[in-house]
């Protein structure tokens, strides 16, 4: 079956960084749209970044999160710099058999992980 498991959250300071990881089984991983998405307490889940032939980012992450792909490894990469406070949150990787200028409405992702939660302080 598939299975999508992340890594690589933690707690760091306000400028500090992180890199996320999400080792994907139990499905043709190249063929698939890959993303991260986050869930805040209170709110609800937002679209961070995504690629397949395209890359996508939200925003509030552009020129300090980077999304990458080793597809040889299955594994998918979020590269998290310059954090800040309101980044806190739990953050998912997703796949989705396409992506597109809607990737970042979480209904048309088909597979989840379970989450790995990022704390930034002040």
């Known amino acids: 079956q598939v299975q999508l498991v992340e890594s690589g959250g933690g707690s760091v300071q306000a400028g500090g960084s992180l890199r996320l990881s999400c080792a994907a089984s139990?499905?043709?991983?190249?063929?698939?749209?890959m993303g991260w998405f986050r869930q805040a307490p209170g709110k609800e889940r937002e679209g961070v970044a995504a690629m397949h032939i395209s890359v996508y980012y939200d925003d509030s992450v552009k020129g300090r999160f980077t999304i990458s792909r080793d597809n040889a490894k299955n594994t998918l990469y979020l590269q998290m710099n310059s954090l800040k406070p309101e980044d806190t949150a739990m953050y998912y990787c997703a796949a989705a058999g396409i992506c597109g200028s809607r990737w970042y409405d979480s209904g048309r992702w088909n597979y989840w992980g379970q989450g790995t939660q990022v704390t930034v302080s002040s």
């Open positions: 139990g499905y043709t991983y190249s063929s698939y749209c």
